[in-house]
């Protein structure tokens, strides 16, 4: 079975950083590549960030561009997503998602999501 | 920027067909994908690469594709189906990941 176990979340102070964590399981990690999403209090889904399963391609989404940066270790099956200069409207729940083989823009397994609070 | 455009609720009465499209650009020339999310939980694929439905997924789920227009389709909605459904697909170069706004099934 997949599990995608988030961590990493937290209240920070607008300017803040904080780097979330994703440990993975149940399938061959350096195969697939991973995604971030996020999900701010009753909104939608926003695709923040994804790098392929090598590590050798990272894509992000405008909103972050410059203050995000996505990574990941296969050799210990976890994604991370290093988060600067933090603002409000980045406060979501966080959710790393295993993308379709094949491809880095389709998603079949999601975690439960860590919660980002940016607040002073 | 690419967005992909839903409509924001549908409703419909137990054992009829429901319909949520999804009217995009990019999606002549990139995969959609369609996700279940319930109040609390994480969402959950049930289309994928237009028209593919994952093991797992009842047969009532199914997605079509015309132009810039993609269909998630339940045929037979059963009060478990109330959820937000999302579609998903990419920008023409491949490298930015874009949801539509959602769309709220109510059964009525």
């Known amino acids: 079975e997949v599990q995608l176990l988030g961590s990493g979340g937290g209240l920070v102070q607008p300017g803040g950083s904080l780097r979330l964590s994703c440990a993975a399981s149940g399938f061959t990690f350096g195969t697939y590549a991973i995604s971030w999403v996020r999900q701010a209090p009753g909104k939608g889904l926003e695709w923040v960030s994804a790098?392929?399963?090598?590590?050798?391609?990272?894509f992000y989404a405008d909103s972050v561009k410059g203050r995000f940066t996505i990574s990941r270790d296969n050799s210990k099956n976890t994604l991370f997503l290093q988060m600067n200069n933090l603002r409000a409207d980045d406060t979501a729940l966080y959710y790393c998602?295993?993308?379709?083989?094949?491809?880095?823009?389709?998603?079949?397994?999601w975690g439960q999501g860590t919660l980002v609070t940016v607040s002073s | 920027s690419y967005e992909l455009t839903q409509p924001p609720s549908v409703s419909m009465s137990p054992g009829l067909t429901a319909r949520i499209t999804c009217s995009g650009d990019?999606?002549?020339?990139?995969?959609a994908y369609w996700y279940q999310q319930k109040p609390g939980q994480a969402p959950v694929v049930v289309i994928y690469?237009?028209?593919q439905r994952p093991s797992g997924i009842p047969e009532r789920f199914s997605g079509s594709t015309s132009g810039t227009t993609v269909t998630l389709t339940i045929t037979g909605v059963r009060a478990e189906d109330e959820a937000d459904y999302y579609c998903?697909?990419?920008?023409?170069?491949?490298?930015?990941?874009?949801f539509g706004g959602g769309t709220k099934l109510t059964v009525l």
């Open positions: 690469k237009d028209t």
């Open positions: 990019s999606l002549p020339h990139q995969y």
């Open positions: 790098i392929s399963n090598t590590g050798g391609a990272t």
């Open positions: 998602a295993k993308s379709v083989a094949g491809t880095v823009l389709g998603f079949d397994s």
């Open positions: 998903q697909s990419a920008d023409r170069n491949g490298k930015i990941v874009i």
